[in-house]
C-alpha cells in the first residue's frame, strides 16, 4: 500500500481562496484533523500530512493546531463549561485569529 501524503501549501492557499471549493476546504480541514489525531496518539497508516509556507505562517499554522489540541484535552478533562476550558477556548481563538490575520486564510472549525 502507497502512502498518501496530504500536503497543505499556504502560499497556494493564499493565491487562490476565491477559488476554493467545498471539497477542497473539507480537504483541509481533514487534514487538520488528522494532525489531531497524531497529537492525541492516534496513528494514522498510509497517510502523513505536510504543511508548507513562509516560517511565520506555519508558526501560527501549529499554534492555532497546538491550542486546537489544548481545548479538546480541557473539554474532556474538565467540560464545556468550566473556566479552565473556557480560557482555554480564549487561547485558541486567539490563535485562530492570529492564523487568519497574517495569512487570510479561514481556519476550518469553529
Do not use: R, T
Given at each position: 500500500m502507497e502512502e498518501q501524503i496530504l500536503e497543505i501549501d499556504l502560499?497556494?492557499?493564499k493565491k487562490n481562496q476565491n477559488q476554493l471549493n467545498e471539497s477542497w476546504l473539507a480537504m483541509y480541514g481533514?487534514?487538520?484533523?488528522?494532525?489531531?489525531?497524531?497529537?492525541f496518539g492516534m496513528p494514522i497508516f498510509g497517510s502523513s500530512s505536510y504543511?508548507?509556507?513562509?516560517?511565520?505562517?506555519?508558526r501560527d499554522f501549529a499554534r492555532a493546531v497546538g491550542n486546537e489540541k489544548k481545548y479538546v484535552q480541557m473539554?474532556?478533562?474538565?467540560?464545556?463549561?468550566d473556566p479552565k476550558t473556557y480560557k482555554q477556548r480564549g487561547k485558541l481563538?486567539?490563535?485562530?485569529?492570529?492564523?487568519?490575520?497574517r495569512t487570510g486564510i479561514k481556519w476550518p472549525f469553529k
Open positions: 502560499e497556494e492557499l481533514n487534514v487538520i484533523e488528522m494532525i489531531l489525531k497524531e497529537m504543511i508548507k509556507g513562509k516560517p511565520k505562517d506555519v473539554a474532556k478533562e474538565y467540560g464545556l463549561n481563538q486567539k490563535a485562530i485569529q492570529g492564523f487568519e490575520k
